[in-house]
């Protein structure tokens, strides 16, 4: 039996990592192939394609690239006609993942398809839904608010969880010794800053991180985990920056596990990422800019009040963010400082982080291994041999 996944950047890879080990496990004989990066790699996938080449985001972001993606487009939709796969499985990434589907359904329409990551149409573009349904046939949701929306569409859905809620956490021997390793005292302030996954994130983000740093009453030690794709990028855009951090490189997850574990409060970019913090009990700040074009088109588009995808699953607004316009040190740098400080604004943030894991699956079956169950209930040809 064969699965053909692709995935378009870090979390993604992440999310089809786990799905891989779920499906492993109820179907051992199944075989993988298609485009991710190094968590599906240790799953067994050999990529087509460096996954970093698929990692952009914003119209005027794309633009450049636009007729090196449409190759690689048609490339994987090859792939995957060469195959011949029981099912396809796109992972986030629409703008790229939808079109290799669309190609592929339109030479096989009888193809299972797959898309994990519902789009967010509740948040901007609802049109989209109906548009995907034209060549998804099942969405695996990772919000538990999402599957209605993608049924009204005419897909099937299933809430299957958040993978964070299912990775292992740093224990406090484990902080404590990345504290002690670093020369970081236990009572000193520790700040997690995440400016992106993206190039062009960490290019427009890093010096407007860097300028809140200097504007903190206090300066705290920085860690900056940082991952494939964007290694060389942080260490020229932080040389400037008023503290020396502390570069996690992309291949050692237990020490970013560990530096999680140790932070007092983090800095970071809009997405998936404050999922990861929440899990770890990190209370933070989200700050995100775009590029002027695409936020003005964004803006008028957007139906929510909020970025952050724990205050959306808490259903709270009580970790601040500072979006677009919004995004400068004089407005970031105040918030920042009363997390690094304590008081109410981290007691509200650790009760919303709180309901978030709980929302998303904490407790549960894995959500990698419901992700593959989902996966099987509709497609026939991997069920019979589960």
């Known amino acids: 039996m064969k699965a053909y996944l692709v995935a378009g950047e870090p979390s993604g890879d992440r999310l089809g990592a786990a799905l891989m080990g779920g499906l492993r496990t109820l179907v051992p004989d199944i075989e993988f192939m ?39 487009k048609d490339q994987v939709v090859a792939d995957v006609l060469q195959h011949r796969p029981d099912v396809l499985i796109t992972i986030d990434a629409p703008d790229f993942c939808l079109r290799v589907a669309a190609g592929v359904k339109e030479v096989r329409p009888e193809l299972r398809t797959v898309h994990y990551v519902a789009p967010s ?25 999402e599957p209605p929306y993608m049924e009204a569409a005419g897909m099937s859905c299933d809430f299957v969880g958040h993978p964070v809620v299912a990775e292992p956490q740093a224990t406090p021997e484990e902080a404590l010794r ?62 400037a920056w ?14 970013k596990r560990a530096a999680f574990g140790a932070a007092d409060a983090a800095l970071a970019a809009s997405g998936t990422v404050s999922l990861e913090l929440a899990a770890a009990g990190v209370p933070m700040v989200i700050a995100y800019r775009f590029n002027a074009l695409t936020w003005m088109l964004i803006r008028r588009l957007v139906r929510i009040d909020t970025a952050t995808l724990v205050n959306l699953v808490s259903d709270t607004r009580a970790v601040p963010e500072f979006i677009g316009e919004n995004c400068r040190p004089e407005k970031i740098a105040p918030a920042l400082a009363e997390l690094l400080s304590g008081g109410p604004l981290r007691a509200a943030e650790a009760a919303a982080m709180a309901k978030t894991m ?11 291994l419901r992700a593959a169950r989902s996966v099987l209930r509709v497609t026939p040809a991997l069920l019979t041999r589960a």
């Open 358 to 368: 709980d929302r998303l699956g904490r407790g549960g079956e894995p959500p990698g």
């Open 34 to 72: 298609g485009v991710g990066g190094p968590g599906m790699a240790a799953e067994g996938l050999e990529s087509l394609f460096p996954m970093e080449e698929l990692s952009v985001m914003g119209l005027m972001e794309v633009l450049p690239k636009y007729r090196h993606l449409v190759r690689r």
């Open 178 to 239: 990345f504290r002690l390793a670093h020369d970081i005292a236990p009572e000193e302030p520790l700040l997690l800053v995440l400016p992106g996954s993206r190039r062009g994130e960490v290019e427009r983000l890093a010096p407007i991180f860097g300028a809140t740093i200097a504007a903190l009453p206090q300066r705290p030690r920085v860690v900056l985990p940082t991952v494939r794709g964007v290694v060389d990028l942080v260490a020229e855009a932080t040389a």
């Open 242 to 255: 008023p503290v020396k951090p502390l570069i996690v490189p992309p291949d050692a997850p237990e020490m």
């Open 121 to 145: 149409v509740w948040a901007w573009r609802p049109g989209r839904a109906a548009r995907m349904a034209r060549m998804i046939d099942h969405v695996l949701a990772i919000l538990p608010f």
